[in-house]
């Protein structure tokens, strides 16, 4: 029996970290620079960013608008490799909140198990480096 009631998707600062990352990534593996995103999110959204935004998010610095993340999801330029395309903005909820893992594209059984998470440091590491 359904109640209607939503499953709520808390983010963490530890899945926010893990979106920033993919975002850099992303952003870096394209030459792109922060002021080339704050162009590209406000061609393709209408939505202005500054680049201290998104380095911020890039960086995990505080916790973003929700509306930020989505302005950069919009964008386009962030990619699901398991799905050839795009996140898209419940993507983005979804990894902030613990339960899609970024470099894999893939859903987690339970937060709690959510990402190996000494495999997973190692990995994200690895790409700051």
């Not at 998707?9 to 394209?30: C, D, H, N, P, V």
């Not at 610095?61 to 962030?78: D, M, Q, R, S």
């Not at 419940?90 to 899609?100: G, H, M, Q, R, S």
Request: hydrophobic share 35%; with cysteine.
């Amino acid at each position: 029996m359904s109640t209607g009631v939503a499953l709520a998707k808390f983010w963490t600062k530890r899945g926010l970290g893990r979106l920033g990352q993919a975002i850099r990534t992303a952003r870096e593996s394209e030459g792109k620079s922060l002021a080339d995103i704050v162009d590209l999110v406000y061609q393709r959204t209408g939505y202005k960013l500054s680049k201290k935004t998104i380095g911020n998010v890039e960086n995990n610095v505080g916790e973003p608008k929700y509306n930020t993340l989505v302005a950069i999801a919009a964008a386009g330029f962030v990619i699901n490799e398991a799905k050839s395309k795009p996140f898209t903005e419940d993507e983005f909820n979804d990894i902030a909140a613990e339960v899609l893992d970024p470099l894999t594209g893939q859903y987690c059984q339970s937060k709690k198990n959510s990402w190996n998470q000494d495999q997973r440091q190692e990995e994200l590491i690895g790409t700051v480096a």
